[in-house]
């Protein structure tokens, strides 16, 4: 591998040793969701993953890269198909050494001439438009060859020629693509994009209308929350997502209806999975492509848990082969049945752990572990009786709590009292502190009020 080679590497899929057994996986029908190199990583992990279509889709996945430029992407897969497959993978679907060097020679040809473009605009100071037009095609060009982290470097470039709305917003949304193919590592993709207040037929045949591109970033924001185990978050603007989307590049109709549902229902009350799943018109036209999906929410919301559980089960070879799911399936799915047994107990004051066990569909054994971890973490205030195998609530000393309410209240009051006495005093004075004077002094600007008026 060429030192050019190992700059532009946005990274082999990393996976543990674990493989799913999924005999009834559709990989034609469930791939035919995606496209580029959102595709290519989906099917990559999917062939590491899966023996029962690992041949399948590691030849989709060179197939799809030889339609492209992605020397770097292309390299690693064959690599990771031979090592997994040896000869089994075919000569047809070998390492392409003639088409490697053709794309190199022509990746470096077409970079060199995009790049001396741009150069040649600044050079004789153009206007900021025709800079940015040179930089934008040689963004396009470097993300289409998986050269991410140069396409990076020149969209923060190009920021610097950004004159309209509709300039920052083109700029932010290959900031985002760029973000997703990268694994989300960028931060930005949570930042907000201010959308053009007219959106006109131009803008329409440009990025699609304007509902799809917001769905777009909605998208690729509830990503970065599920990336980064910010579940409630994710849930939260999942449902945000307008049923208009169409990035097949980014994500799938299936995949909103999925990690949207899981999301909320790791993280949601069941009077919030009521409202803001099964009462929400627009979710709801994601949930009812996943056959099954809105039928185990209500039954979850319903206290069935031992069918909504069970649909989670059927559910989890499908989820364990999600490139964005599988690592998350397993808190996931603990936090669901955590919320589910703190749920059930709440209005019992005693409940037979026998009777718990049935409800939920798992053993004695295993419901009186869970019991005792939520117990000692402090989500369930109950105790367990160890004779007779009952989980009793413990009392709740209503009149401390209220004392203590009072006490808090109190405080902040005070606290308030002391702030508005303080201002008071400073304005009789004419005087008051700047925001250059504050981070001077050191003081946390988050906790001082603003205040415009000079001494």
């Given at each position: 591998?060429?030192?050019?080679?190992?700059?532009?590497?946005?990274?082999?899929?990393?996976?543990?040793?674990?493989?799913?057994?999924?005999?009834?996986?559709?990989?034609?029908?469930?791939?035919?969701?995606?496209?580029?190199?959102?595709?290519?990583?989906?099917?990559?992990?999917?062939?590491c993953k899966?023996?029962?279509?690992?041949?399948?889709?590691?030849?989709?996945?060179?197939?799809?890269?030889?339609?492209?430029?992605?020397?770097?992407?292309?390299?690693?897969?064959?690599s990771?198909?031979?090592?997994?497959?040896?000869?089994?993978?075919?000569?047809?679907?070998?390492y392409?050494?003639?088409?490697?060097?053709?794309?190199?020679?022509?990746?470096?040809?077409?970079?060199?001439?995009?790049?001396?473009?741009?150069?040649?605009?600044?050079?004789?100071?153009?206007?900021?438009?025709?800079?940015?037009?040179?930089?934008?095609?040689l963004?396009?060009?470097?993300?289409?060859?998986?050269?991410?982290?140069?396409?990076?470097?020149?969209?923060?470039?190009?920021?610097?020629?950004?004159?309209?709305?509709?300039?920052?917003?083109?700029?932010?949304?290959?900031?985002?693509?760029?973000?997703?193919?990268?694994?989300?590592?960028?931060?930005?993709?949570?930042?907000?994009?201010?959308?053009?207040?007219?959106?006109?037929?131009?803008?329409?045949?440009?990025?699609?209308?304007?509902?799809?591109?917001?769905a777009?970033?909605?998208?690729?924001?509830?990503?970065?929350?599920?990336?980064?185990?910010?579940?409630?978050?994710?849930?939260?603007?999942?449902?945000?997502?307008?049923?208009?989307?169409?990035?097949?590049?980014?994500?799938?109709?299936?995949?909103?209806?999925?990690?949207?549902?899981?999301?909320?229902?790791?993280?949601?009350?069941?009077?919030?999975?009521?409202?803001?799943?099964?009462?929400?018109?627009?979710?709801?036209?994601?949930?009812?492509?996943?056959?099954?999906?809105?039928?185990?929410?209500?039954?979850?919301?319903?206290?069935?848990?031992?069918?909504?559980?069970?649909h989670?089960?059927?559910?989890?070879?499908?989820?364990?082969?999600?490139?964005?799911?599988?690592?998350?399936?397993?808190?996931?799915?603990?936090?669901?049945?955590?919320?589910?047994?703190?749920?059930?107990?709440?209005?019992?004051?005693?409940?037979k752990?026998?009777?718990?066990?049935?409800?939920?569909?798992?053993?004695?054994?295993?419901?009186?572990?869970?019991?005792?971890k939520?117990?000692?973490?402090?989500?369930?205030?109950?105790?367990?009786?160890?004779?007779?195998?009952?989980?009793?609530?413990?009392?709740?000393?209503?009149?401390?709590?209220?004392?203590?309410?009072?006490?808090?209240?109190?405080?902040?009051?005070?606290?308030d009292?002391?702030?508005?006495?303080?201002?008071?005093?400073?304005?009789?004075?004419?005087?008051?502190?700047?925001?250059?004077?504050?981070?001077?002094?050191?003081?946390?600007t988050?906790?001082?009020?603003?205040v415009?008026?000079?001494?």
């Amino acid at each position: 591998m060429s030192g050019e080679e190992k700059k532009r590497s946005n990274g082999a899929v990393k996976l543990d040793q674990k493989e799913i057994e999924h005999k009834n996986f559709d990989l034609k029908k469930y791939i035919s969701n995606y496209a580029g190199h959102t595709k290519v990583k989906r099917l990559v992990y999917i062939g590491c993953k899966c023996p029962s279509v690992r041949l399948a889709a590691f030849r989709m996945a060179i197939a799809e890269l030889k339609t492209g430029r992605d020397i770097e992407t292309y390299t690693q897969t064959v690599s990771q198909a031979r090592e997994l497959l040896g000869n089994s993978l075919g000569e047809k679907w070998g390492y392409d050494k003639a088409w490697v060097e053709a794309k190199r020679c022509e990746y470096y040809e077409k970079e060199n001439l995009l790049d001396s473009r741009v150069s040649m605009h600044k050079r004789e100071e153009d206007s900021p438009q025709e800079i940015q037009a040179a930089l934008r095609e040689l963004i396009s060009f470097l993300q289409s060859s998986g050269n991410f982290r140069d396409a990076q470097t020149k969209i923060r470039e190009c920021q610097d020629y950004c004159r309209t709305t509709e300039d920052k917003m083109h700029c932010r949304l290959a900031e985002i693509e760029n973000s997703i193919q990268q694994d989300l590592t960028d931060s930005r993709v949570t930042m907000p994009v201010k959308l053009p207040t007219k959106w006109g037929l131009n803008l329409t045949q440009k990025y699609g209308t304007k509902r799809t591109v917001q769905a777009k970033i909605h998208a690729a924001n509830a990503l970065h929350h599920l990336h980064h185990g910010m579940f409630e978050n994710a849930a939260h603007v999942f449902k945000l997502i307008s049923f208009d989307i169409n990035s097949p590049t980014i994500i799938s109709k299936i995949d909103v209806a999925i990690y949207g549902t899981l999301c909320a229902m790791a993280s949601f009350k069941r009077a919030q999975l009521q409202t803001n799943l099964l009462k929400s018109g627009e979710f709801k036209k994601f949930m009812s492509l996943v056959p099954g999906l809105v039928e185990m929410v209500q039954n979850f919301v319903q206290c069935k848990f031992k069918k909504a559980f069970a649909h989670l089960e059927n559910m989890k070879p499908d989820i364990l082969l999600d490139y964005y799911m599988a690592r998350h399936q397993e808190t996931i799915y603990q936090k669901i049945h955590e919320l589910a047994v703190i749920q059930y107990f709440v209005p019992f004051s005693h409940a037979k752990i026998s009777r718990m066990a049935e409800e939920f569909g798992v053993s004695q054994i295993d419901m009186e572990n869970r019991l005792v971890k939520l117990i000692e973490r402090g989500s369930v205030q109950a105790r367990i009786d160890n004779v007779n195998k009952v989980v009793i609530a413990r009392d709740t000393d209503v009149r401390c709590q209220t004392y203590k309410k009072v006490l808090e209240i109190g405080d902040a009051h005070i606290r308030d009292l002391k702030g508005l006495l303080m201002r008071m005093s400073l304005n009789s004075n004419d005087y008051v502190i700047t925001m250059s004077q504050r981070s001077q002094l050191g003081v946390d600007t988050k906790k001082v009020d603003d205040v415009s008026v000079m001494k």
